[in-house]
T-cell receptor, first 109, second 115 residues
Framework: ELKVEQNPLFLSMQEGKNYTIYCNYSTTSDRLYWYRQDPGKSLESLFVLLSNGAVKQEGRLMASLDTKARLSTLHITAAVHDLSATYFCAVERTPPLVFGKGTRLSVIA | GAVVSQHPSWVICKSGTSVKIECRSLDFQATTMFWYRQFPKQSLMLMATSNEGSKATYEQGVEKDKFLINHASLTLSTLTVTSAHPEDSSFYIC???????????FGNGTRLTVT
């Protein structure tokens, strides 16, 4: 059974600081996704990582994938308040996605 | 980009009634659609997988007679919560997998409140 573990589950960080969210998964998979969810809203796709060593960046967010370690990271650079949200990683298990528990990020001044 | 329309966005119903939620892929054909449920401050839990023209596959612990799923066409899947109870109150999200690209797209979710 595929398990996806995210940590931390809660993260409070100051504006301007950097931090990393980790996503570990238990079995091999084809794709890894990162999503953002704002309160009361559905999921917004951030990144799709397809291969070992994949790195994608969008603004202050950068995601990477190490399939050998079964680990993905979401790095936040110089956080701003607008990044406050819950971030989920999800791993594709032919075919549905299995989600991590999410990381609730709060960026404070 | 590909759009998945989910309707209604929110619904309030009384205990014992049934509620139907629609999930439509607007500009692509979805060979497979997925239904998730999300309780407050929790992750998304897969309820069932539906393929066009065949019976849905339910995850363990999900009552198939309570959560009726129909995937009658390549662009429409419906979830009917039958005889709803307050514990069914949740945020329901559908997603659709494009048959052409394999990409997965999420609907905007439906907030169900059962009183």
């Amino acid at each position: 059974e595929l398990k996806v573990e995210q940590n931390p589950l809660f993260l409070s960080m100051q504006e301007g600081k950097n931090y990393t969210i980790y996503c570990n998964y238990s079995t091999t998979s084809d794709r890894l996704y990162w999503y953002r969810q704002d309160p009361g809203k559905s999921l917004e796709s951030l990144f799709v990582l397809l291969s070992n060593g994949a790195v994608k960046q969008e603004g202050r967010l950068m995601a990477s994938l190490d399939t050998k370690a079964r680990l993905s990271t979401l790095h936040i650079t110089a956080a701003v308040h607008d990044l406050s949200a819950t971030y989920f990683c999800a791993v594709e298990r032919t075919p549905p996605l299995v989600f991590g528990k999410g990381t609730r990020l709060s960026v404070i001044a | 980009g590909a759009v998945v329309s989910q309707h209604p966005s929110w619904v309030i119903c009384k205990s014992g009634t049934s509620v139907k939620i629609e999930c439509r892929s607007l500009d692509f054909q979805a060979t497979t659609m997925f239904w998730y449920r999300q309780f407050p401050k929790q992750s998304l839990m897969l309820m069932a997988t539906s393929n066009e023209g065949s019976k849905a596959t339910y995850e363990q612990g999900v009552e198939k007679d309570k959560f009726l799923i129909n995937h009658a066409s390549l662009t429409l899947s419906t979830l009917t919560v039958t005889s709803a109870h307050p514990e069914d109150s949740s945020f329901y999200i559908c997603s659709a997998k494009s048959g052409a690209s394999g990409a997965l797209h999420f609907g905007n979710g439906t907030r169900l409140t059962v009183t």
